[in-house]
């Protein structure tokens, strides 16, 4: 019994592929929960949009996955760099951590 199945034509090396940048968006998750979940839809949204031909689409989606988990992330540098200036310059480690007094 035979099939009658072409392979879907290979895709021509004239585009760029286009970066789905899952990896900073986990990284963003473990940063910066709110910020990394949109990251991680926006970045599964790219090989999808890809496959079905929309790269424009799959380039917007790359692009605000990449947004997001930037934002995630320097809002955690943001609070870890105001964490160490609480506890340097106003000495609240010791207290939140129960040091002497």
Not at 69 to 98: D, E, N, R, S
């Amino acid at each position: 019994m035979s099939q009658n199945w072409t392979p879907p034509p290979a895709s021509g090396g004239g585009a760029a592929p286009v970066p789905n940048n899952l990896v900073i968006a986990i990284i963003s998750v473990l940063c910066c929960f709110p910020f990394g979940i949109p990251a991680i839809i926006f970045a599964t949204q790219v090989n999808t949009k890809v496959a079905a031909g929309d790269i424009a689409g799959a380039q917007e989606s790359s692009q605000k996955a990449k947004k997001f988990a930037i934002i995630g992330i320097a809002a955690w540098a943001v609070c870890i760099v105001l964490y160490i200036i609480l506890v340097l310059v106003l000495g609240v480690g010791g207290a939140l951590l129960g040091g002497s007094k």
